[in-house]
T-cell receptor, first 114, second 113 residues
Framework: DADVTQTPRNRITKTGKRIMLECSQTKGHDRMYWYRQDPGLGLRLIYYSFDVKDINKGEISDGYSVSRQAQAKFSLSLESAIPNQTALYFC?????????????FGPGTRLTVL | AQSVTQLGSHVSVSEGALVLLRCNYSSSVPPYLFWYVQYPNQGLQLLLKYTTGATLVKGINGFEAEFKKSETSFHLTKPSAHMSDAAEYFCAVIRDSNYQLIWGAGTKLIIKP
């Protein structure tokens, strides 16, 4: 079984709809991250969490919110989706012992907002 | 602002040829540098990283990278390309302010038979 799972893998929604992307991990890591990937732009950090009570905004948090329900679960919500939020979204985890630790990525969720 | 620049959105090499993917970064403190690889329809995985010490870093699948402070570069190389190396490669550096990763735009490596 995969260590970092994301659901759904693909989602098509309409402008204005609320949508939630979910991430679960079995690696026992404290740190979790949400990124979006756009062609030609690489990855950009949306939110990151050092533990259940420590959540931080990344470089592009506007229009997004997150919830860390447990050490193993980190959800990303789009309150009112817009077309420019169409992207590939990745969840990642890392051990909480330093900034240079390897990040482990889920398979991604491809989101299309019409 | 800090940045990571990967030269070439696409690089094409013949099977068996040298692979060279270029990465330049900006950082006001000694950098932590990374290369990740993304195979089609998968998440990213770590190839190698530089933190401190030896400037030539070896990674998985025969890849290596050399940290050159004077050139602010961290280029990725592999002596002999294999068809299985076809993927997108991302360079990243730790951001000085919040210790999170700043990513390059990625380079798609194409292997010609």
């Amino acid at each position: 079984d995969a260590d970092v799972t994301q659901t759904p893998r693909n989602r098509i929604t309409k402008t204005g709809k609320r949508i939630m992307l979910e991430c679960s991990q079995t690696k026992g890591h404290d740190r979790m991250y949400w990124y979006r990937q756009d062609p030609g732009l690489g990855l950009r950090l949306i939110y990151y969490s050092f533990d259940v009570k420590d959540i931080n905004k990344g470089e592009i948090s506007d229009g997004y919110s997150v919830s860390r329900q447990a050490q193993a679960k980190f959800s990303l919500s789009l309150e009112s989706a817009i077309p420019n939020q169409t992207a590939l979204y990745f969840c990642a985890t890392s051990e909480g012992t330093g900034p240079y630790n390897e990040q482990f990525f889920g398979p991604g969720t491809r989101l299309t907002v019409l | 602002a800090q940045s990571v620049t990967q030269l070439g959105s696409h690089v094409s090499v013949s099977e068996g040829a040298l692979v060279l993917l270029r990465c330049n970064y900006s950082s006001s403190v000694p950098p932590y540098l990374f290369w990740y690889v993304q195979y089609p329809n998968q998440g990213l995985q770590l190839l190698l990283k530089y933190t401190t010490g030896a400037t030539l870093v070896k990674g998985i699948n025969g890849f290596e990278a050399e940290f050159k402070k004077s050139e602010t570069s961290f280029h990725l190389t592999k002596p002999s390309a294999h068809m299985s190396d076809a993927a997108e490669y991302f360079c990243a550096v730790i951001r000085d302010s919040n210790y999170q990763l700043i990513w390059g735009a990625g380079t798609k490596l194409i292997i010609k038979p």
